[in-house]
């Protein structure tokens, strides 16, 4: 039977005495995380204020979090994740901004908001690890049921969006788009009672919720937590919990990959998994090793849903339309982009034409905005249609492919260069764990290439044979090869392993990572950038009237 809301899934499974939840410590069958989600939910109900009924959660990935999605389903309450990666002023202006009337979390999420003002009196705190805490709910336990005001239109959650490319908003999801991620995603991605879904990816973010939570819960398959993502705990909890299935987001694959190669390593349980970020060679790569199918898809917190898999479709593919109203167009004209012509690399060699912005023309009825920003809600829905904010193209066969975000295409002398290819090629590089690239100002005119590259501990850039490595892929064009190079242990990275790419764009070469610049207009020859180098480059941008393009 189809259910329309989160809260008639989660009653659904009220007598399902099968294995719900699992941490390494303890285990709840669904039947037990209905019961508790109930205890909460009343407690909620207790609690509740006048105003938007609210509830922020910090937490790390534990049953406590799993349970408060289940109490918020059931009373009609709005979980607002809070990212814990967040700090000072950011975090305190994100809290307030959502009218939270709760907040769960525990004590050292309390230390975190200490000295802010959230907009949350310390009173309607309810720390998770208190002596108190447990004696609370259980003066609170309840007949599972769903309040009477809860419909599939009910705000079922507020996703903070991860701020790489901008400040971040708070994408508002109700409980029948989430209900209805549940269904379509545990079809999508094969998820069914038997599989054991792992999830590393934290739960205040789309990804977990949508891809996986909301579809264990569909189809009764149990969720495997663990407190947060360890690329050198993975295989192991993996391996613990009989995982069948995971998502992930941004660099996880990467940091999984670069942990040290062992002959045992397909001796898992894993059969497949989605998410977003990995190339084609990491996909190659997680296949051969752990013998896991990695389905890369598209979709973002505040829709999704706009292409369907093609199984059968060349490597690097999103898919193709779900409904014909997804397209992609020239933002400038709204007119549809010719197909892209191809290399033999798969380079689009007429990315004018063929490189556009991917909407929806029937998508504005589906998105269901930002809270309280009128301004971002306008960027999304504008003409009547749903856009993205993301590149595409197409190709003669009609499949779509991702060119990444409208500031991922680099201006380098008066040609286009596309940032993902280039982050893609570097990839490549067994000594480079993740790479982010962007364009940064050139003291004349337009754009240069710069990559930020992390490396493992040990490792010197000087390890990497760069040059010689760039003039061997021969899919990098004459403008890709950055000309400068930022060397790190530890890029910037959000809750979700994205790279903060914003925040190394507006750094560039300026940052105190040690930054290697090519010299010359040769074959690729990288030298240190000291600080005279840097004050003498700064120079050059005032000389040429364009100090306000520095860094």
Same mark, same amino acid.
């Given at each position: ?86 700090g000072g002023t950011y975090l305190e202006q994100e809290v307030r901004h959502t ?57 079922? #959650? ?219 809600n306008a960027e999304r829905v504008h003409h009547g249609w749903y856009w993205t ?76 044979? #760069? ?74 941008? #005032? ?9």
């Amino acid at each position: 039977m189809r259910h329309d809301t989160i809260a008639d899934l989660l009653l659904a499974r009220g007598a399902d005495e099968r294995l719900g939840l699992r941490t390494r410590a303890e285990s709840w069958t669904w039947a037990e995380v209905v019961r508790e989600s109930a205890a909460r939910a009343s407690l909620a109900g207790k609690l509740r204020a006048e105003g938007p009924f609210h509830i922020g959660v910090l937490l790390d990935n534990v049953p406590e979090y799993v349970f408060w999605l289940g109490a918020a389903a059931l009373s009609g309450a709005t979980v607002v994740g809070i990212n814990p990666t967040r700090g000072g002023t950011y975090l305190e202006q994100e809290v307030r901004h959502t009218d939270c009337q709760l907040i769960i979390t525990d004590k050292a999420g309390r230390a975190r908001l200490d000295g802010l003002d959230v907009g949350v009196r310390p009173e309607r705190f309810l720390l998770v690890d208190d002596p108190g805490y447990a004696e609370l709910l259980a003066r609170r336990a309840a007949e599972p049921a769903r309040a009477s005001d809860v419909t599939a239109d009910t705000r079922m #959650l507020l996703l903070f969006t991860s701020g790489t490319t901008g400040a971040s908003k708070a994408a508002i999801c109700s409980q029948g788009r989430l209900a209805g991620l549940g269904h379509s995603n545990a079809a999508k991605y094969e998820v069914g009672p038997d599989d054991v879904c792992y999830c590393p990816m934290p739960l205040f973010h789309g990804n977990a919720l949508m891809a996986l939570w909301a579809p264990a819960l569909t189809a009764g398959a149990t969720l495997a937590l663990t407190p947060k993502f360890s690329a050198s705990g993975f295989l192991p909890d993996v391996r613990h919990f009989g995982a069948t299935f995971f998502t992930y987001v941004g660099k996880a694959v990467a940091y999984v990959l670069a942990q040290p190669e062992r002959d045992d390593d397909a001796e898992n349980p894993l059969t497949h998994a989605f998410g977003t970020e990995a190339s084609p060679e990491d996909r190659a790569t997680f296949l051969r090793r752990f013998g896991c199918r990695l389905i890369e898809g598209y979709g973002s917190s505040e829709g999704a849903g706009m292409l369907r898999q093609a199984p059968d479709a060349p490597l690097g593919v999103l898919g193709v339309p779900a409904r014909d109203s997804v397209r992609i167009v020239h933002p400038a004209t709204r007119e549809s982009c010719p197909p892209a012509a191809l290399d033999e690399h798969g380079r689009v060699r007429n990315p004018e034409e063929a490189i556009g912005e991917i909407i929806d023309t029937e998508g504005a009825a589906r998105f269901e905005g930002y809270y309280k920003n009128d301004a971002a809600n306008a960027e999304r829905v504008h003409h009547g249609w749903y856009w993205t904010g993301d590149l595409g193209y197409v190709d003669e066969a009609g499949y779509f492919y991702f060119a990444g975000r409208s500031g991922d295409w680099i201006r380098v002398d008066g040609e286009n260069t596309s940032a993902l290819l280039v982050e893609r090629i570097l990839r490549r590089h067994p000594a480079v764990v993740a790479a982010g690239v962007f364009g940064v100002s050139d003291p004349r005119s337009g754009d240069q290439v710069m990559a930020a590259v992390e490396i493992p501990h040990g490792t010197r850039f000087e390890d990497l044979g #760069l040059p010689e490595f760039l003039e061997a892929q021969e899919d990098l064009g004459t403008k890709g090869a950055p000309r400068f190079v930022r060397v790190s242990h530890a890029l910037p990275t959000t809750g979700s392993n994205k790279l903060r790419k914003k925040e190394m764009r507006l750094a560039g070469w300026r940052t105190d990572d040690p930054v290697y610049r090519w010299v010359g207009r040769g074959e690729p020859d990288y030298v240190p950038m000291t600080e005279d180098d840097k004050a003498a480059l700064r120079d050059e941008f #005032l000389a040429n009237g364009r100090g306000r393009f520095l860094p």
